[in-house]
């Protein structure tokens, strides 16, 4: 699993962060040795549809929201009322799943 995580990391390296093939393999193995000394020997369950998947800009709104300013964050990013509540129970959702699992 180590040893895919490390492809996995060269490969967005390579393709997202336009680093050198040989640079993005160093780094990949850097990232998954530092996952071995951080969490090794430790049982690990991924779900799928994981909390990152959600867009940071959701985030962004989730920290913002403080329940009385509902019409300021929909003007400030352009979104209905309901898709505000979408976004907060979309967020809420994947809090308690990381609660869970973590």
Not at 17 to 31: D, F, H, Q, R, V
Not at 57 to 81: F, K, L, V
Request: positive net charge.
């Amino acid at each position: 699993m180590l040893l895919d995580l490390a492809d996995q990391a060269a490969e967005i390296l390579r393709d997202v962060g336009n680093l050198a093939p040989e640079t993005a393999s160093e780094l990949g193995m850097t990232i998954a040795k530092r996952m071995a000394e951080q969490w090794g020997g430790r049982q690990f369950y991924f779900p799928k549809g994981v909390w990152f998947d959600l867009d940071q800009r959701d985030w962004q709104i989730y920290s913002e929201y403080d329940g009385t300013n509902r019409q300021e964050i929909c003007r400030r990013y352009s979104i209905s009322p309901s898709r505000l509540y979408q976004i907060l129970h979309a967020v809420r959702r994947q809090l308690r799943g990381r609660r869970k699992t973590g």
